[in-house]
């Protein structure tokens, strides 16, 4: 992406062709780029005045596109700019997926907000962020009662549309967040670890490591091994 802002530059200096392109084709064109890298985003405004005009993240339209690549989930010190702040919070604002994401996993796990962190997790699954899919499954089961058999739901679903690599890549996405934030969801600390299979309860009580994350034919003890790994990254106490 980087050389294609590049050749874009030198249009600009060349012959500004890029005012003879409908404004529409033009915001997509930026928004392509803010997508693939919040970097290149940064290079365009300043690639020629033309796309500059465009470049702008309090466009909507950009700023539910541009990537958080380059940003931290959780901010590790208090220094962070409020520049950044109110970027970040634009593109809540915005609908951009991955930032409902982080903000849902930091409201409901790191703030004990469960409501807004629910919501926001929501929206990005409705969007189609995997990783907000599959935690709130997640979620689902840990609240039990019909709660947990919509959240099995979820989560068998996407063991059957996702490659195993894809799944295996979500869930160790989800789990570094979690061990680089402190967890305050007490509602979810102390408590006793949901099952979702009762009828080989016994068997599954524990996995070993050759065996977690195998395609098990009980579809309920699928579930339990994400389960049993989410239980043995959170606290145990606070």
């Known amino acids: 992406m980087g050389v294609q802002v590049k050749a874009m530059k030198k249009t600009c200096k060349k012959k500004n062709t890029l005012v003879s392109i409908p404004t529409e084709l033009l915001v997509e064109i930026v928004a392509r780029v803010a997508a693939s890298s919040f970097d290149d985003l940064f290079n365009t405004k300043f690639s020629c005045r033309t796309l500059n005009k465009f470049a702008d993240v ?8 541009v990537s958080l690549d380059k940003f931290h989930v959780v901010p590790w010190t208090s220094k962070t700019s409020n520049q950044h702040i109110v970027f970040l919070d634009r593109c809540i604002d915005s609908g951009n997926p991955e930032a409902l994401y982080r903000h849902g996993i930091v409201q409901y796990f790191g703030k004990a907000e469960i409501n807004s962190g ?7 699954a409705n969007s189609g962020h995997l990783e907000a899919t599959f935690v709130i499954g997640l979620i689902l089961i840990l609240h039990g009662g019909e709660d947990k058999e919509r959240g099995m739901k979820i989560i068998i679903n996407m063991k059957k ?15 570094r967040t979690l061990k680089s934030m402190w967890v305050k969801n007490t509602a979810l600390i102390g408590k006793a670890r949901p099952i979702c299979c009762t009828t080989h309860r016994r068997a599954n009580s524990t996995f070993h490591m050759w065996k977690r994350f195998a395609d098990l034919e009980c579809e309920a003890c699928y579930c339990d091994q994400e389960i049993i790994h989410l239980w043995e990254i959170l606290p145990k106490s606070i």
């Open 58 to 65: 309090n466009d909507k339209y950009i700023s539910k596109r």
């Open 161 to 175: 549309l996702q490659p195993r690599k894809k799944i295996a890549e979500i869930r160790e996405r989800f789990s």
């Open 118 to 124: 629910i919501e926001c997790l929501r929206r990005a």
